[in-house]
């Protein structure tokens, strides 16, 4: 789960080098990501059936006011 607020105008999911989403649009081929949430306060994403495989960091990067944050 990612907050966002009002400021935020970009949203992406990504693991490791790979976006996941990139605001309602899915990007990678695993149908066990799902997006659960786009809305002013949350962007959420789900994985179904996780295992060992699925490890590793995963980041929600926003930019607001032409800044990128994770």
Avoid at 15 to 43: F, H
Wanted: aromatic share 8%; with cysteine.
């Amino acid at each position: 789960r990612c907050s966002v607020d009002n400021r935020v105008t970009r949203v992406a999911w990504l693991n490791r080098s790979s976006i996941l989403y990139a605001g309602n649009d899915k990007w990678c081929l695993d149908p066990r990501v799902v997006l659960l949430a786009n809305t002013k306060t949350q962007y959420s994403i789900l994985i179904q059936d996780v295992d060992v495989y699925d490890e590793g960091p995963y980041t929600c990067s926003v930019q607001t006011d032409n800044h990128p944050k994770t």
